[in-house]
């Protein structure tokens, strides 16, 4: 099984994005690397600086990574912290979109363009007016429509925008404790894919028993990071990870801006404290795309992208096609495990 293994094993990557281009499969992740940075709620620990592309022909067959397709040094605005990207085809052109610091510290998205799959990148010398915190996600719905979806809690300074605009008092792991969880945020993209195009919205989870927004104290269901966005079946699928809770949940909608009513977990704690993820179809198949910290021994910062193959069943729910291995949740918080 794909599963057993990560399927890059020469460097660690994490947060992996996956599409099928040319009939293909190209996976954009995160590259983590060896730091003495502590672990923290911050999530500095996290120090990664360029981007890797790889491809492969079959899921489970030789994977040839493509080197590296932008570096931080290469974008004007960034500081630090290149953290978890995703990619888009469109007008012949693709699109890497990315998250990192700016030189006031602040946490913002970009994009580069490049001419194959695999890149190099161009980076745009601004970052995407209008667009905030971490882990951008782009979904190009059928009709050539492009939206992309961002947003991530505690480091990812999602808490900071709670009032509208940024909020300084409120970076750290700092998110609501009552009333409606925090939502991840949704625009549409312009047809060059470079710029918002719509005001940016909230992606409302709605609690299928009562139809209102997840409660912020519902921390096994409520948004955290990793927004990713599929189409089944006429349905869109927004699935994300509930971080400190360690799931990776779906809510089902009828739009591309939702609102979207929860549907259940897709993948339970794995080794190591992060959970992020994609899905795509490929070859009649569908596969979820995630990573774990075996490769590193259980280091936090340093994971590995892994493959499992889902099935949907006749109400549209998602399953693992086998079942997960158990294991003992991570720490709730940063500070526990330390400690």
Not at 100 to 129: L, N, Q, S
Not at 142 to 155: I, K, N, Q, R
Not at 244 to 268: K, M, N, V
Not at 295 to 313: F, M, P
Request: hydrophobic share 35%; proline share 6%.
């Amino acid at each position: 099984m794909a599963d057993k293994q990560p399927f890059v094993t020469h460097l660690y990557t994490a947060d992996p994005s996956a599409h099928v281009f040319n009939g293909k499969l190209y996976v954009y992740p995160s590259h983590d690397r060896e730091t003495d940075i502590k672990n923290n709620d911050n999530g500095d620990q996290y120090d990664m600086n360029d981007y890797h592309v790889f491809s492969m022909s079959e899921v489970g067959g030789p994977v040839t990574d493509h080197g590296v397709a932008l570096k931080a040094e290469d974008v004007p605005w960034v500081s630090r912290q290149l953290w978890a990207p995703d990619a888009a085809a469109k007008n012949g052109k693709y699109y890497l979109y990315f998250p990192a610091r700016d030189k006031d510290d602040v946490f913002r998205i970009g994009v580069a363009v490049g001419d194959k799959p695999e890149g190099p990148f161009k980076a745009e010398p601004e970052h995407i007016k209008g667009t905030f915190s971490v882990d951008p996600a782009v979904f190009v719905d059928d009709d050539g429509e492009a939206y992309l979806y961002f947003g991530g809690l505690w480091g990812g300074q999602l808490q900071c925008y709670a009032k509208g605009s940024f909020d300084k008092s409120q970076l750290g792991a700092n998110e609501p404790s009552t009333g409606n969880a925090l939502h991840a945020k949704v625009a549409k993209l312009s047809d060059d894919m470079l710029s918002l195009a719509s005001p940016v919205s909230d992606v409302v989870i709605l609690d299928p028993s009562t139809s209102e927004p997840i409660h912020a104290e519902d921390h096994a269901r409520r948004f955290f990071e990793a927004a990713w966005l599929h189409k089944y079946n006429g349905k869109y699928y927004f699935s994300y990870s509930t971080g400190d809770t360690h799931y990776l949940a779906y809510a089902i909608g009828d739009t591309p801006l939702g609102p979207f009513t929860y549907g259940g977990r897709i993948l339970e704690p794995v080794v190591g404290w992060t959970t992020h993820h994609s899905i795509a179809e490929f070859k009649g198949k569908w596969y979820l795309f995630y990573h774990d910290s075996s490769l590193s021994g259980g280091e936090n910062h340093l994971r590995s992208a892994k493959i499992r193959e889902i099935v949907y069943d006749e109400q549209g729910k998602i399953h693992l096609a086998e079942p997960q291995p158990q294991i003992k949740p991570p720490a709730a918080r940063l500070e526990e495990e330390d400690s």
